[in-house]
T-cell receptor, first 111, second 114 residues
Framework: DAKTTQPNSMESNEEEPVHLPCNHS???????IHWYRQLPSQGPEYVIH???SNVNNRMASLAIAEDRKSSTLILHRATLRDAAVYYC????????????FGQGTTLQVKP | GAVVSQHPSWVICKSGTSVKIECRSL??????MFWYRQFPKQSLMLMAT?????????EQGVEKDKFLINHASLTLSTLTVTSAHPEDSSFYIC??????????FGPGTRLTVL
């Protein structure tokens, strides 16, 4: 499984944008980039995924580098409820593909 | 949206007993379900992948005779921790795949073995 590298922790102020980076230099051509987040004592929650093009949904945006060796999850206006551990995971396109979690980035949001 | 439930949400048991955890997809059929466990302040560790009607595939280092997984229907998978010991105390989380690419995770089950 291709590996991702994320900063251990980041801080943000409430209502400001947050850019969470992820490096995946060994990504293969068929790997999707998935982002999940986990609040304390809860199961992970799907955030967004993409393959080559930038993606937007109601929760966040995903910016993917042209060479696909890195990506950035963008929260446009952080709220206190966005404080969580964010995981960047590479996986195949099939819905049966397993997700292997790394250590993720712990995001703190300050009021 | 798609929801996955787990039961129980927490359980305390005595050492040596077996505990069963259920994972249900509530409004979709899950061809594949995944079981994870998570120790405090650590990331999720994939234990096994189960497909409906077939034997589970366990990750390296996970004892299949200790962690019994049954995926008897498209909406239910169970994980049984047999002869549980204090070191099995953990947060167990399942996830399910429907037709969409994203995985839906359950809320987790906190197991404490005394």
């Amino acid at each position: 499984d291709a590996k991702t590298t994320q900063p251990n922790s980041m801080e943000s102020n409430e209502e400001e944008p947050v850019h969470l980076p992820c490096n995946h230099s060994t990504i293969s051509g068929t790997d999707y980039i998935h982002w999940y987040r986990q609040l304390p004592s809860q199961g992970p929650e799907y955030v967004i995924h993409g393959l080559t093009s930038n993606v937007n949904n109601r929760m966040a945006s995903l910016a993917i580098a042209e060479d696909r060796k890195s990506s950035t999850l963008i929260l446009h206006r952080a709220t206190l409820r966005d404080a969580a551990v964010y995981y960047c995971i590479l996986g195949g396109s099939g819905n049966t593909g397993k997700l292997i979690f790394g250590q993720g980035t712990t995001l703190q949001v300050k009021p | 949206g798609a929801v996955v439930s787990q039961h129980p949400s927490w359980v305390i048991c005595k050492s040596g007993t077996s505990v069963k955890i259920e994972c249900r997809s509530l409004d979709f059929q899950a061809t594949t379900m995944f079981w994870y466990r998570q120790f405090p302040k650590q990331s999720l560790m994939l234990m096994a992948t189960s497909n409906e009607g077939s034997k589970a595939t366990y990750e390296q280092g996970v004892e299949k005779d200790k962690f019994l997984i049954n995926h008897a229907s498209l909406t239910l998978s169970t994980l049984t921790v047999t002869s549980a010991h204090p070191e099995d105390s953990s947060f167990y989380i399942c996830s399910a795949s429907g037709l969409a690419i994203e995985k839906i995770f359950g809320p987790g089950t906190r197991l404490t073995v005394l």
